[in-house]
């Protein structure tokens, strides 16, 4: 046997012992990547829905079981204060255009506003019963929030007060507005439906009939025209035509979701699941393939993707030994 050969006898018998042959010699960089964790403090129970104030670079976090929202610095990776004093908030919007933030409260119906600059009270907008979602129609500039037995409520963020009413078969889980279409997609999980709504009229347009239970969260995907539904019985993505209602794709996702996003930098899409993951589904071969199971917490079903910052914030909820928290994963090349 030459030298030559040796050599390659004795490297191939180090890689042999050096790798198990359950172990893959190059594998992908995980899709996400836990940057950090911020404490909440003393915060107990369910965690909802989260917003941001970029130019302050704050993060506002639902304490719906706390009965507060906490208002996290990003820079110092802390609560600077909590608003306290609410009734079950779930929904939070930052309006920068009049530098307020605006909490929706399940408990007493009501919408309250905010100084963003000091997070004094600035008023209420009375709804009637669960205040739920808010999002912002940047074409129309109002805030749309979802709420009671079937109802967005429109309001006028200068006026700060309810300018009309459409109308839904139950209570609107979460919903999207595409401006291109003039249309709401509006996920109705009591109705086992997604109902689509005239943008401007309000006028109900379709009612999707959904073969699985639990439509809570839903993503739009206006470049593709698809818009995403996370179902919890059973735990299924799909997509859907935003013109038809056309069954485009389904998968398999992890259990009790709560929020879904589109990362179109990467053409990824992030699933925030309470069974303890953040499932990530990557465009391939034409289709959506899930990649990764990233691990979270038992319980944080809600998330927030911000794409100017390029992180996406889970809300972990406190559990046993597990304290409040904000995980902070930052998406991998």
Same mark, same amino acid.
């Given at each position: ?20 042959? =359950? ?13 950090? #964790? ?42 600077? $204060?909590?608003?306290?004093?609410? $009734? ?28 963003? *600059? ?15 979602? +808010?999002?912002?129609? &940047?074409? *129309? ?20 007060? #309810? ?20 249309? +709401? ?13 005239? !943008? ?14 639990? =439509? ?12 995403? &539904?996370?179902?919890r019985s059973p735990a299924k993505l799909a997509a859907f035509a935003t013109g038809s209602g056309r ?16 990362? &179109? #930098? ?17 465009? #391939? ?10 691990? &979270?917490?038992?319980?944080? !079903? ?6 100017? +910052? ?6 972990? !909820?406190?559990?046993?030994e597990e304290r409040a928290a904000i995980w902070v994963y930052r998406p991998a090349p």
């Amino acid at each position: 046997m030459t030298g030559t050969a040796t050599l390659r006898v004795v490297l191939a018998t180090l890689a042999a012992f050096a790798m198990p042959e =359950n172990t893959v010699a190059q594998s992908d960089p995980a899709p996400l990547r836990l940057e950090t #964790k911020i404490p909440l403090g003393d915060v107990t129970g369910r965690i909802d829905h989260m917003a941001v104030d970029l130019a302050r670079r704050r993060l506002f976090v639902a304490e719906l079981g706390n009965n507060s929202v906490g208002v996290v610095d990003l820079d110092k990776g802390a609560v600077l $204060r909590r608003i306290s004093g609410l $009734r079950e908030p779930q929904g939070v919007a930052y309006l920068p255009a009049t530098d307020s933030l605006y909490v929706a409260n399940a408990g007493d119906g009501v919408v309250r506003v905010f100084r963003g *600059a000091d997070y004094a009270d600035a008023g209420q907008i009375a709804l009637g019963a669960d205040a739920d979602n +808010i999002r912002f129609d &940047s074409t *129309a500039q109002r805030l749309v929030v979802g709420y009671g037995n079937g109802a967005l409520a429109l309001i006028e963020p200068a006026a700060r007060e #309810k300018s009309a009413s459409y109308a839904l078969p139950a209570h609107p889980e979460s919903f999207q507005i595409d401006a291109k279409t003039d249309r +709401i997609f509006v996920n109705v999980p009591s109705a086992h439906a997604i109902v689509v709504l005239d !943008r401007v009229a309000g006028k109900q347009l379709a009612s999707w009939p959904m073969r699985h239970g639990g =439509n809570f969260p839903m993503m739009l995907d206006a470049e593709q025209q698809r818009v995403f &539904s996370v179902f919890r019985s059973p735990a299924k993505l799909a997509a859907f035509a935003t013109g038809s209602g056309r069954p485009l794709f389904e998968a398999d996702v992890c259990g009790d979701s709560d929020d879904l996003f589109l990362d &179109s #930098k990467r053409r990824r899409v992030y699933v925030s699941c309470g069974e303890g993951a953040v499932d990530v589904f990557e465009e #391939k071969g034409g289709g959506l393939q899930r990649t990764a199971r990233v691990p &979270s917490v038992g319980g944080a !079903r809600t998330s927030l993707f911000v794409p100017d +910052i390029d992180r996406l914030f889970v809300a972990v !909820r406190a559990r046993g030994e597990e304290r409040a928290a904000i995980w902070v994963y930052r998406p991998a090349p």
